[in-house]
Each structure stands twice: as structure tokens, then as C-alpha cells.
């Protein structure tokens, strides 16, 4: 079970990048409505969690893993970034 410490800095976490962000119960079970329409729950098909600790955990979670994946993603990196970065390191080299 997570302590009420690290709950409250998970919230605080997913409210600073989702602020219009609430606990919703549906049918006796939670997650956390992004406030733009769910899209992260049903990108990554998270099911609802059966505490509201839980919820608030895994939608932290699926935070991290869109971060990391919008951050490593080909089509983010153009060529004109990749020719800057390789130009910059290749006057480096024949420097030595």
C-alpha cells in the first residue's frame, strides 16, 4: 500500500502536468479523469484500479511512460537536429 506521503507527491505530480485532473469511481472501481478527455487511459488501456491510491498510482505511472516515449520517439528527432548534432561532434574529433 503506498504511505500518504508519497500519495500526496504522486498527486501533486499529476495535478502540476494535468491540473484539471480528478479521482472518478465508476462501478465501484477508480481512476483518474486527465481532464482532456481520458486519452492516456485508453492509449495505454489501463484498467480502473480497485483503491483510489491505486488510481492515482498507475495514472503516475502511465505519466512516466508517455514522458519517456514522447521524449525518445524517431519522428520527434528531425534531420536538421541529428546533421547540427553530428557537424558538432565531428569538429570535435578533428580537433584531436
Known sequence: MIDSKKLQRIKNRVIK????SKLV?????YYV???E????HTEYMI???KSAAMAWYWFN???KTNQNI???HPNKMSTDDF?????RISKRNRKK
Do not use: A, C, H, S
Open 33 to 35: 479523469w486527465d481532464g
Open 61 to 63: 505511472e502511465i505519466i
Open 83 to 87: 546533421e547540427k548534432k553530428f557537424n
Open 17 to 20: 502536468l494535468y491540473p484539471k
Open 37 to 40: 478527455g481520458n486519452k492516456l
Open 47 to 49: 484498467p480502473p484500479q
Open 70 to 72: 514522447q521524449r525518445t
Open 25 to 29: 469511481m465508476v462501478g465501484g472501481r
